[in-house]
């Protein structure tokens, strides 16, 4: 289920991106270069100086995580944690503000007829489908916690950064070549039978073989040259080295850092070798048998897996992280064949790959699918270039972090 929530999520985020008015902008991406911890007490954060009180943080909040629950019934705390809802409602506030502050700077306006007509036609803010003074007063006051001048302060801010989002996107277009392209590169297929060697079906007992193998004579050369290196090792794993009792120091144990700094490399050494062992002997023999292949390599546990791979291709898809230009080697000579080499992950895989069928783009079916693929490039581009213009944004700005504050909210908590 949590997958279906990331992916409705990430529909949500693009909808709420280029949509309705009152839009804000949840897009999740880390504070610039000058943001940091601060003295903010009396905000969730500041940007340039503008404060992000904690009343609109928690109001926003609440609502995404009202939201959530309305799609999934059984969406809880532990979820809205993994999803990191804290930061995206931060850096909602962040875009939205510096695109506010930049939009000014380049001299847009918003009137007060703009501000009261959003307000106007605001369904909250109505009594029988038409607008209620005092209805309007109540919810800004009670639901939102707000006074009404800072309500509508922040509502032309809103207004603000929407006019520059609006000049950066509106006009993006997609060619025919563009769309076809992207067809393509979704529904050209290959199903692939993958061998992968890592250290997680690597049998113990090899791996305690391996271990046992490391001399005290090495390990006091390592440590000699290297006790740096350790110590930093050490510290950034103090828990695997506890002895439970006390406090650990690194004196204690440096000898057992050492010897697990030694291993990973030798560990390395059998995975590759052992993956261009049976590259070489799939070259030799392509049509060897599951049996043949698990006799060889008893020491491992080791199955082939069927994968299917397109260009867009994505470790969510695959569930492996392949290299870009891996695939792209793949689909450069599709025929069935034993891929010429080892691939290597960026999680220290080794993967032996045989391509076992190349399916071509059914162009048949691209006319019906046109308007949709154009559609979604489209959102696609204006994505890439509203997060490279607040990147640059960030970049230059002053970003303050109440962390206290923040971390109330890490549990899911309203």
């Known amino acids: ?30 504070p610039g270069d000058k943001a ?33 629950q309305r799609i999934f019934k059984d969406f809880n ?25 930049e939009a000014e700077r ?52 809103r207004l603000l950064a929407i ?25 050209e297929k290959i199903d692939a039978l993958v061998y992968v060697f890592a250290d997680s079906n690597l049998k113990s007992d090899k791996k305690n073989e391996l271990m046992t193998a490391i001399t005290d004579d090495e390990v006091a050369a390592y440590l000699k040259d290297n006790e740096s290196k350790a110590k930093m090792a050490f510290e950034d794993n103090v828990s695997k080295y506890s002895k439970g009792e006390g406090q650990t120091v690194f004196e204690d144990v440096k000898k057992d850092v050492a010897k697990d700094l030694l291993f990973a490399p030798k560990l390395e050494e059998k995975i590759k070798a ?17 049996e043949e292949i698990s006799s060889a390599f008893a020491e491992w546990d080791l199955k082939g897996r069927g994968i299917t791979l397109t260009k867009k291709s994505s470790p969510l898809t695959t569930g492996l992280i392949f290299d870009p230009k891996f695939i792209e ?14 691939l290597k992950t960026e999680d220290g895989k080794y993967v032996v790959a045989e391509v076992k069928k190349h399916t071509v783009a059914d162009m048949s079916e691209f006319a019906a699918s046109k308007e949709f693929v154009k559609s979604n490039l489209v959102t696609a581009k204006k994505g890439q270039i509203f997060e490279a213009y607040v990147k640059k944004l960030k970049a230059n700005a002053n970003i303050e ?5 923040l971390k109330l909210f890490e549990g899911g908590e309203k």
């Open 106 to 157: 380049l001299g847009f306006k918003v009137s007060d007829e703009e501000v009261s007509n959003v307000i106007l036609k605001d369904p909250s803010f109505q009594k029988n489908g038409v607008f209620d003074k005092e209805t309007y007063n109540n919810m800004v006051k009670m639901a939102m916690n707000t006074t009404v001048s800072e309500y509508e302060n922040r509502l032309r801010m």
């Open 36 to 68: 940091g911890c601060s003295s903010v007490q009396n905000g969730a954060g500041t940007v340039n100086g503008e404060v992000i009180t904690m009343s609109e943080f928690r109001v926003r909040y609440s609502n995404l995580i009202d939201y959530y």
């Open 163 to 187: 006019k520059l989002q609006s000049y950066l996107v509106d006009n993006i277009t997609v060619s025919d070549t563009e769309a076809q392209d992207e067809f393509v590169a979704a529904n």
């Open 329 to 342: 080697k793949l689909f450069s000579d599709p025929e069935p064949k034993i891929v010429d080499e080892v």
């Open 1 to 30: 289920m949590f997958q279906d929530i990331r992916k409705k999520g990430s529909s949500l985020l693009i909808t709420l991106m280029f949509a309705a008015i009152i839009v804000t902008f949840v897009i999740s991406f880390g």
């Open 274 to 290: 052992d993956s261009e062992k049976l590259l070489g002997m799939l070259k030799e023999k392509p049509e060897l048998s599951a």
């Open 77 to 101: 705390n532990e979820m809205a944690k993994q999803l990191k809802l804290s930061e995206k409602v931060f850096d909602e506030f962040v875009n939205m503000i510096l695109l506010a502050q």
């Open 401 to 405: 972090i109440n962390s206290e504050f």
